[in-house]
């Protein structure tokens, strides 16, 4: 028996790229995986597929930018699977700018799914994981808030709030009910810059995670490696970049 066949693990975004990935990497240890994003055939799909190599998988539509999401991502774990051990507060979206072009509903954005999203996260998660005496978080954060760089300032300012989000809240929980783990990566090969507006901006993110880009399957190896430590080790930070990337 793997250390995952005891583990139910909830994803948040997990329709495409890293959560996808991630989705696959831990259903196929022996996790029990519960999905959510907002793109639910997606979801239904990823369901099928993990069910048919022999996985347990269930999904609900789950947009992190209202707190209705998360509640319901993790009551569907508690409900079919009778708890919730790990979540993974994943998705996230990238706008790349100057700042000087003070694009406020690209910021708004960035702010309500990548450090709103983690919130409400946390505080669908945070009572449950009290309730058993025991909860993982993990977080996809990013080497954009370790490496600062032109055009990024926004989303590294929220991935390295919920860096600092998570910090405290180890700090809070040294009573060993809690676990943390912040996942930096660097360049994937995923969706997340098809979404950027300027054309030009759009070209270069996508040329250079073209070139430079690990597969999401990479991270996904690390974050089964942080959640399946035993319960008395926490995994905090795991960086896991290109070999190129500067
Ligand atoms: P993708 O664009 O492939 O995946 C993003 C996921 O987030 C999708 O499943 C999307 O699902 C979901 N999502 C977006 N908005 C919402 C929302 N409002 N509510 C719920 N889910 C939402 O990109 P990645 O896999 O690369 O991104 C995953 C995480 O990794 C992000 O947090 C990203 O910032 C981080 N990251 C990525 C890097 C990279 O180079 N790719 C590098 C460092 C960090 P849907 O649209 O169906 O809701």
Same mark, same amino acid.
């Given at each position: ?28 240890? @022996?996790?029990?995986? /519960? =999905? ?8 239904? $799909?990823? %369901? +099928?597929?993990?069910?048919? #190599? ?27 699977? @009778?708890?919730?051990? /790990? =979540? ?8 790349? $700018?100057? %700042? +000087?072009?003070?694009?406020? #509903? ?31 978080? /993990? ?108």
């Amino acid at each position: 028996m793997s250390s995952l066949d005891t583990k139910v693990v909830a994803i948040t975004g997990a329709s495409s790229g890293i959560g996808e990935a991630t989705a696959l990497e831990l259903a196929a240890r @022996g996790a029990a995986v /519960v =999905l959510g994003a907002r793109r639910t055939d997606r979801l239904d $799909a990823l %369901v +099928a597929r993990i069910r048919a #190599d022999g996985g347990r998988a269930e999904m609900t539509e789950a947009d992190v930018t209202h707190r209705a999401g998360p509640e319901r991502l993790v009551a569907l774990a508690v409900e079919r699977f @009778g708890r919730l051990d /790990v =979540l993974v507060g994943n998705a996230g979206v990238a706008r790349i $700018a100057p %700042v +000087a072009d003070l694009d406020l #509903d690209d910021w708004d954005a960035m702010i309500d799914v990548n450090l709103r999203g983690v919130l409400h996260g946390i505080a669908a998660a945070l009572p449950v994981f009290r309730a058993q005496g025991h909860g993982h978080f /993990v977080t996809t954060v990013s080497t954009s808030g370790l490496k600062i760089v032109p055009t990024q300032a926004v989303y590294a300012a929220t991935k390295n709030a919920v860096r600092t989000l998570l910090e405290a809240l180890r700090q809070e929980s040294t009573d060993g009910v809690l676990r943390t783990t912040s996942i930096s990566p660097g360049y994937v090969r995923t969706e997340l810059v098809d979404y950027v507006e300027d054309p030009a901006q759009r070209a270069q993110a996508q040329q250079a995670m073209a070139t430079l880009g690990i597969s999401p399957e990479a991270v996904a190896r690390a974050i089964a490696f942080a959640v399946e430590q035993p319960d008395d080790v926490e995994i905090g930070d795991i960086t896991i970049r290109p070999t190129r990337q500067g």
